[in-house]
C-alpha cells in the first residue's frame, strides 16, 4: 500500500516537461578526492555545476549540490532515485524533500537521504533533484545524477573512507573523558579515547592548543573536590604528554563540583560528573 501510494505520488507531482541537466552518457566522469580529513566523490553535472559526496572523519556521507549558476528557486525540492530509460519495469523512488538555498552549495543532503542516493546509484538508479525555476518559468528545473561508472568510483571512494580518521575536529573538542568514584586513574576505555583523539591531534597541522578541563561530583569536600578534578586533568594532559604531544600546548583547568552536566543525586548523574573535557583550538 505505501509503495502505491509513493509511486501514485510521483505520478501527481513529477510533470512530463522539466529543464533538465544531466551529463550525457558518454561524457559522465566521477572523481575522487581527499585525506585523512575528507573524501569527496564528484560528478560534474552539465551545464549546472558538481554533484558531491562529501564524507568527513567520523561521520556517513551527505550530499552537496555546487552549482555553477543556480537556477531553482530557493525552497524545498522533490528528491528522487529516477529510473534511467534502459530499466523499463524499474520505478522512480521518492526520498522526500530538500532545501535549495542561494549559497553556493544550493543544495546540501542530509546523511539518511544521501545514503539512500547511494544506494539508489548502486542500483542503476538516478539521483535527482527537482524544483519550481526563478521568474515565470513554466517548466521545473531537474538535476540528475548519473549511476554510469558509480560502481568503479563507489570501489575507489571507498578506498578513501578506510584512510579517514576515526573522528573529526568537532567530534574530538566534544570529548569527555570518565573517571571512578574518587579516583583519577585513567581506565581502558579513557585511554582508547584519547588514542583516538591524539591521533587526529597529530594529524592536525592547525592545532594551537589543548584545553583540559576538570571536574567532580558533589561527594566530599569543596577542596578534595577541586583537587581531584586537578588530578583527573593532569592525568589526561600526562597520557597526551607521553606520545609526544608538547607541554605548551596544554591550557588547564580544574572546577571541582562548581559545573555539573547531571544531578548529583543519582548514581548515575554522579558518574557523569566525574570528567575531564578536552577542547581543541585551532590557530
Not at 575522487?32 to 558531491?52: H, I, M, N, W
Not at 561508472?149 to 573529526?168: I, T
Amino acid at each position: 500500500m505505501a509503495r502505491a501510494c509513493i509511486a501514485l505520488l510521483l505520478i501527481l507531482t513529477l510533470p512530463a516537461h522539466a529543464l533538465t541537466f544531466q551529463t550525457r552518457m558518454e561524457e559522465v566522469e566521477w572523481s575522487v578526492e581527499g585525506d585523512k580529513f575528507e573524501c569527496r566523490l564528484t560528478q560534474p553535472v552539465s551545464g549546472y555545476g558538481d554533484a558531491v559526496f562529501v564524507r568527513r572523519a567520523g561521520e556517513r556521507p551527505v550530499f552537496e549540490l555546487k552549482a555553477w549558476n543556480n537556477l531553482m528557486r530557493p525552497g524545498q525540492a522533490q528528491l528522487y532515485n529516477d529510473a534511467p530509460m534502459w530499466q523499463p519495469h524499474a520505478r522512480a523512488r521518492l526520498l522526500g524533500f530538500t532545501d535549495v538555498s542561494e549559497d553556493r552549495i544550493a543544495v546540501r543532503v542530509a546523511q539518511q537521504q544521501a545514503g539512500q542516493m547511494l544506494a539508489g546509484l548502486a542500483d542503476g538508479l538516478h539521483p535527482t533533484i527537482q524544483r519550481t525555476a526563478w521568474a515565470n518559468a513554466v517548466e521545473p528545473v531537474r538535476v540528475v545524477v548519473s549511476s554510469i561508472g558509480y560502481q568503479k568510483a563507489w570501489g575507489e571512494f571507498q578506498k578513501c573512507n578506510a584512510g579517514l580518521l576515526a573522528m573529526n575536529f568537532e567530534q574530538v573538542s566534544r570529548s569527555v573523558v570518565s573517571f571512578a568514584d574518587g579516583g583519577s586513574t585513567l581506565s581502558a576505555s579513557a585511554k582508547q579515547l584519547l588514542d583516538i583523539a591524539l591521533e587526529y591531534i597529530q594529524a592536525d597541522k592547525e592545532i594551537s592548543g589543548i584545553v583540559l578541563e576538570g571536574h567532580s561530583d558533589n561527594v566530599g569536600n569543596r577542596l578534595d573536590n577541586r583537587e581531584l578534578a586537578r588530578q583527573r586533568a593532569l592525568a589526561v594532559r600526562d597520557y597526551l604528554m607521553q606520545s609526544g604531544v608538547e607541554e605548551e600546548m596544554f591550557t588547564l583547568r580544574f572546577h571541582g563540583d562548581r559545573y555539573p552536566v547531571a544531578s548529583n543525586r543519582s548514581a548515575d548523574g554522579r558518574a557523569k560528573n566525574r570528567r575531564v573535557t578536552l577542547k581543541l583550538d585551532k590557530s
